[in-house]
T-cell receptor, first 112, second 114 residues
Framework: GENVEQHPSTLSVQEGDSAVIKCTYSDSASNYFPWYKQELGKRPQLIIDIRSNVGEKKDQRIAVTLNKTAKHFSLHITETQPEDSAVYFC???????????FGSGTKLNVKP | DVKVTQSSRYLVKRTGEKVFLECVQD?????MFWYRQDPGLGLRLIYFSYDVKMKEKGDIPEGYSVSREKKERFSLILESASTNQTSMYLC?????????????FGPGTRLTVL
């Protein structure tokens, strides 16, 4: 089955700096890659996603890139703010309506 | 707006007790999932269901069972709770008929087994 690895497990940046979180996946059939943000004490929520026919997607300060050849995808957050502090999870899925395979999570701390 | 609710936010049980965790979604979603979340291990899938009375094992089904008698409700059962089942349990649902559809999560149940 699919295996998703996520790095780093913790990331600390200064407010205004950029943050990058990387994930690799094992199954080349995976075709959808969402990113979830979980603030302390709250439920995970989708923040951005990318499909395998697209190389990059942006939404304001957040972007996701996908390299299908290398089987990795990354989350980029620019101009970080304290409210970006949270745990971020990447995921991959192979089939329509199928289960997600989640990474182990990255705890991002943005220092004011 | 999709709403996924879980029966309890916090639960304390004793070893050997039978524990029921309930999840309800109100958007007629086809698929429902149960995860446990532990520090450093991310979200691990316990069971999922893509239709009423249908279930499939996830990555860590041992010690758990599930029930889906109605489309909106998905129950996680710990037949005989053990201390290593102390964890945060998250339920999620997806529409199920679109590739890559979003998983909507419940607020979670923090279970402590003494």
């Amino acid at each position: 089955g699919e295996n998703v690895e996520q790095h780093p497990s913790t990331l600390s940046v200064q407010e205004g700096d950029s943050a990058v979180i990387k994930c690799t996946y094992s199954d080349s059939a995976s075709n959808y890659f969402p990113w979830y943000k979980q603030e302390l004490g709250k439920r995970p929520q989708l923040i951005i996603d990318i499909r395998s026919n697209v190389g990059e997607k942006k939404d304001q300060r957040i972007a996701v890139t996908l390299n299908k050849t290398a089987k990795h995808f990354s989350l980029h957050i620019t101009e970080t703010q304290p409210e970006d502090s949270a745990v971020y999870f990447c995921a991959a899925t192979i089939r329509l309506g199928d289960k997600f395979y989640f990474g182990s999570g990255t705890k991002l701390n943005v220092k004011p | 707006d999709v709403k996924v609710t879980q029966s309890s936010r916090y639960l304390v049980k004793r070893t050997g007790e039978k524990v029921f965790l309930e999840c309800v979604q109100d958007m007629d979603h086809e698929n429902m999932f149960w995860y446990r979340q532990d520090p450093g291990l991310g979200l691990r899938l316990i069971y999922f269901s893509y239709d009423v009375k249908m279930k499939e094992k996830g990555d860590i089904p041992e010690g758990y069972s599930v029930s889906r008698e109605k489309k909106e409700r998905f129950s996680l059962i710990l037949e005989s709770a053990s201390t290593n089942q102390t964890s945060m349990y998250l339920c999620a649902s997806t529409q199920g008929n679109l590739v890559g559809d979003e998983q909507f999560f419940g607020p979670g149940t923090r279970l402590t087994v003494l």
